[in-house]
């Protein structure tokens, strides 16, 4: 059962236009929620993370959106730019700072030139 | 900082045959974190160690599955016997509770396995 899902496993955006990866989550205990950024043969690292209390959290080029009615949290970039091509992977967690973290399928991002 | 160091990054073995992948985490870190990867499950937990103990190895899928920590810097995953459903990406990561520092975990590069 999965707890996470990623339904779009790849996206592909034109440079310079707005990428919008979506991720929903069907336990409601979740409270805390991560992106993470993975390039071909590197591990996955951090982006950034978004706390319930919270409906928008965002870091320079990056947003996160957090609509918790819905279960529903979607990753922004904007501007899109060919280095963000990567798969993101979305997790959830009971809390901040909870061990556990349950992660999606991962999209895959393409940045066209 | 080295970050975290996994070994070997590809390994490609006959079913039946033991498997062990190899995970060195960031200095100083006290949580350990064994992943599998797969193209249809995405990232899924497997065990986590706390201080060397295990804590948590409710995703280890089978008895076939093992993980040790016999100190700080050193953890193994072990699969035996391996299957070919057994072929994935295996990540290690590992974070600090230390109050100040970034409350994320920190991967390896992983191991690709393919059983064969």
């Known amino acids: 059962d999965q707890q996470v899902k990623q339904n779009s496993p790849s996206l592909s955006v034109q440079e310079g236009r707005i990428s919008i990866l979506n991720c929903d989550y069907t336990?409601?205990?979740?409270?805390?929620f991560l992106w993470y950024k993975k390039y071909p043969a590197e591990g996955p690292t951090f982006l950034i993370s978004?706390?319930?209390?919270?409906d928008k959290n965002e870091d320079g080029r990056f947003t996160v959106f957090l609509n918790k009615s819905a279960k529903h949290l979607s990753l922004h970039i904007v501007p899109s730019q060919p280095g963000d091509s990567a798969v993101y992977f979305c997790a959830a967690s009971p809390y901040q700072g909870a061990q556990k973290l349950v992660f999606g399928q991962g999209t895959r991002l393409t940045i066209n030139p | 900082d080295a970050g975290v160091i996994q070994s070997p990054r590809h390994e490609v073995t006959e079913m039946g045959q033991e498997v062990t992948l190899r995970c060195k985490p960031i200095?100083?870190?006290?949580?350990l974190f064994w992943y599998r990867q797969t193209m249809m499950r995405g990232l899924e937990l497997l065990i986590y160690?706390?201080?060397?103990?295990?804590?948590?190895d409710s995703g280890m899928p089978e008895d076939r599955f093992s993980a040790k920590m016999p100190n700080a810097s050193f953890s193994t995953l072990k699969i035996q016997p391996s299957e070919p459903r057994d072929s994935a990406v295996y990540f290690c990561?590992?974070?600090?509770?230390?109050?100040?520092?970034?409350?994320?975990?920190?991967f390896g590069p992983g191991t690709r396995l393919t059983v064969l």
């Open positions: 336990n409601s205990m979740f409270d805390y």
């Open positions: 160690f706390n201080n060397n103990v295990p804590i948590d």
């Open positions: 978004i706390s319930s209390i919270k």
């Open positions: 990561a590992s974070r600090t509770r230390v109050p100040g520092s970034t409350d994320t975990q920190y």
């Open positions: 200095s100083g870190h006290d949580y």
